[in-house]
């Protein structure tokens, strides 16, 4: 059964750096894609970034390009998501998620039948 553990939430000022962490279980994630997404307070969830497992292509939405990036450890099987220049708007729980066979547009979708999610972490940011 596939797993994900997110981990790495915090309370962070504005313009500090952050790194959240997804840990997964229960499959070879070679066929998969991952995503983050991040849901705000009285907001729908949003997608954040994505990735695909066996080439690393990655993909931002706009709202966090040139701000944080995504990235896999395949020998740990974790997904980061490295985040500077933190802003208030970040304010968030943020999940991550996979699907197999999964691309960087299906992935990005905000949700499908089959996705795996996971607990989500809070990230605060204060001005």
């Known amino acids: 059964q596939v797993q994900l553990v997110e981990s790495g939430g915090g309370v962070v ?3 500090d750096s952050l790194t959240l962490s997804c ?6 994630f070679y066929t998969y894609a991952m995503g983050w997404f ?8 949003e997608f954040v970034a994505a990735i695909r497992w066996h080439s690393g292509i990655t993909f931002e ?5 040139g701000r944080f990036t995504i990235s896999r450890d395949v020998a740990r099987n974790t997904v980061s998501l490295q985040m500077s220049s ?3 708007e970040d304010t ?5 998620a996979t699907e197999e066979y999964g691309t960087l547009t299906s992935i990005s979708a ?3 039948d089959g996705r795996h999610w996971g607990q989500g972490t809070q990230v605060t940011v204060s001005s």
Request: net charge positive.
């Open 13 to 15: 000022q504005a313009g």
């Open 23 to 28: 840990a997964l279980s229960g499959r070879n």
């Open 38 to 45: 991040r849901r705000a307070p009285g907001k729908e969830r």
């Open 61 to 65: 939405a706009d709202s966090v390009k």
């Open 86 to 88: 933190l802003k208030p």
């Open 92 to 96: 968030a729980v943020y999940y991550c």
């Open 110 to 112: 905000p949700n499908r």
